[in-house]
T-cell receptor, first 113, second 113 residues
Framework: DTGVSQDPRHKITKRGQNVTFRCDPI?????LYWYRQTLGQGPEFLTY????????KSRLLSDRFSAERPKGSFSTLEIQRTEQGDSAMYLC???????????FGQGTRLTVV | AQSVTQLDSQVPVFEEAPVELRCNYS??????LFWYVQYPNQGLQLLLK??????LVESINGFEAEFNKSQTSFHLRKPSVHISDTAEYFC???????????FGTGTSLTVIP
């Protein structure tokens, strides 16, 4: 399968714990996006990378959130000191710069208890 | 900045009946428009897109959408729905530089047998 891959698919964590999610984009896709989707809402932009450079961050991305894409391939999204309000589906998407649409992974569903 | 409004949060429709899912957007620049579909616990899949040219675009499974610049709309239609069309549908817009995608809150389409 050459689609966008996200790991894990589900994560349950206790409030205050740190979690890290991984996204493997489609090969040679130089743009990588992270979105957050809460129940009944559309995806909300968090951040995006072009190759290894993080070019934009949403104000939704508090200082507890950090994303990296160290070699311009896979990316990680870390949430420190999780709160119940962090419970959501975290979606990763990738695209080639010259193509209009982004391709989404199946998401990581985070539940903070 | 761009924004997307999907006025209908839920649309129930009987099988084989026609359906229209409404999408309006606001933007001060030229945009690309997309419809994505999301099945339960899955990521988003591109349904169709408008970049330029013909204002009527079609998908392979019978959906179509028409770009109306004067009304800033991109409504999605299907003349005869199937049970398998039951899903969440998201309208999205991006600047034609493609830096970021803005999503509506989604429309839940339920096809009733």
């Amino acid at each position: 399968d050459t689609g966008v891959s996200q790991d894990p698919r589900h994560k349950i964590t206790k409030r205050g714990q740190n979690v890290t999610f991984r996204c493997d984009p489609i090969s040679e896709h130089n743009r990588l996006y992270w979105y957050r989707q809460t129940l009944g809402q559309g995806p909300e932009f968090l951040t995006y990378f072009q190759n290894e450079a993080q070019l934009e961050k949403s104000r939704l991305l508090s200082d507890r959130f950090s994303a990296e894409r160290p070699k311009g391939s896979f990316s990680t999204l870390e949430i420190q000191r999780t709160e119940q309000g962090d419970s959501a589906m975290y979606l990763c998407a990738s695209k080639i710069l010259s193509v209009s649409e982004a391709f989404f992974g199946q998401g990581t569903r985070l539940t903070v208890v | 900045a761009q924004s997307v409004t999907q006025l209908d949060s839920q649309v129930p429709v009987f099988e084989e009946a026609p359906v229209e899912l409404r999408c309006n957007y606001s933007s001060s620049v030229s945009v690309y428009l997309f419809w994505y579909v999301q099945y339960p616990n899955q990521g988003l899949q591109l349904l169709l897109k408008y970049l330029s040219g013909s204002t009527l675009v079609e998908s392979i499974n019978g959906f179509e959408a028409e770009f109306n610049k004067s009304q800033t709309s991109f409504h999605l239609r299907k003349p005869s729905v199937h049970i398998s069309d039951t899903a969440e549908y998201f309208c999205a817009v991006s600047e034609n530089t493609g830096n970021q995608f803005y999503f509506g809150t989604g429309t839940s389409l339920t096809v009733i047998p």
